[in-house]
């Protein structure tokens, strides 16, 4: 990896410091405005999306809800957007009341304009928000995440998510050292995150996760409230119709993350060699030949006992396996 070269700690702090004082003061001016009731009606098709860091997850559920409220109770929050020269307005929160107004048939919008913002701060004004907002997943706030630090590192995403990958094998062990530029590049995050998602370096870096994820499990967490933590393990099922019946059943059960890991664990039981598969059904065939009525009576109480447990293991077993067929 190239050496990154950054400025001293107290300096970059003091850049975060500036960035984020810009950020609380455009924040502050919306507030003001929107007790005030000092908004606007624009029209809809005069709004343009931003041209970076616009990779924006939403529920169309939401949407349709939030269509739904504005046409029985109207728009309550007003939107915010910054005056472009070209008489047009660049969007910088609201990007769901925007689709909920087009899916209203609504053709104007109540908004807060606002002048003199920087294509930084309208930027993060944007990724805070949508890593604040009411409901949020873990992917999308990771991703938003990312984005809100390359910008206030001024490094690209890639490079970012490069240095993250090196935290976590610095922390687990697997890499000796980190270079002088890595440890200066660790510490500003930790400033960053300090002061923004107020989660720590090893949350983050555990996190990259999401990056791997399929995009039917990004779905999943975005519309159907798919936990973060069953995403990750039912995304280790790379066959399509198995993680499929497995992510429906994940949704319609909710179970904990012992419980999917088995599910996991089962379906991926077709890696088992012929010879273990053979070896579990000639032991199976031994025991039932051996487990007769008469025999079993014969046993001294503690070892019926430890024959009851073991019978209600096997029973679970194949009980969750007959489950899991019978959704394939």
């Known amino acids: 990896m190239a050496k990154m070269k950054f400025e001293r700690k107290g300096a970059f702090a003091a850049v975060v410091e500036e960035e984020n004082a810009k950020v609380e003061a455009a924040l502050k001016e919306v507030e003001k405005r929107v007790s005030s009731n000092d908004v606007v009606m624009i029209d809809i098709d005069k709004i343009t999306n931003p041209k970076k860091h616009d990779r924006v997850g939403y529920s169309q559920s939401t949407i349709n809800e939030m269509s739904l409220s504005f046409k029985e109770i109207g728009q309550l929050q007003p939107i915010v957007v910054r005056a472009l020269a070209n008489g047009k307005y660049e969007r910088i929160i609201g990007f769901r009341r925007i689709l909920a107004a087009k899916e209203a048939k609504w053709t104007q919008i109540k908004a807060i304009i606002l002048d003199d913002i920087s294509d930084d701060v309208a930027a993060l004004m944007m990724l805070s928000e949508n890593m604040h907002r009411e409901d949020p997943n873990i992917y999308d706030q ?187």
């Open 142 to 328: 990771t991703i938003k995440l990312i984005e809100f630090i390359s910008i206030s590192m001024g490094i690209s995403e890639d490079e970012l998510i490069k240095l993250l990958y090196r935290f976590r094998n610095f922390d687990s062990d697997r890499l000796g050292n980190l270079e002088e530029g890595e440890k200066e590049a660790r510490e500003k995050i930790e400033i960053i995150l300090e002061r923004t998602a107020k989660i720590t370096l090893r949350t983050l870096s555990d996190r990259l996760r999401v990056l791997s994820l399929d995009e039917d499990i990004i779905h999943a967490m975005r519309e159907r409230g798919l936990p973060y933590i069953n995403a990750v393990e039912i995304n280790k099922v790379k066959n399509d119709e198995d993680r499929r019946v497995l992510l429906e059943r994940a949704i319609e059960e909710r179970p904990s993350k012992n419980e999917v890991i088995a599910w996991v664990k089962a379906f991926k039981s077709g890696d088992v060699t012929e010879s273990q598969k053979n070896g579990v059904v000639e032991m199976a065939k031994k025991v039932t030949k051996m487990l007769t009525a008469k025999s079993i009576k014969n046993f001294a109480k503690a070892d019926q006992e430890k024959l009851a447990e073991y019978f209600t293991k096997i029973d679970e077993i194949l009980s969750q396996n007959s489950k899991l067929t019978c959704k394939k």
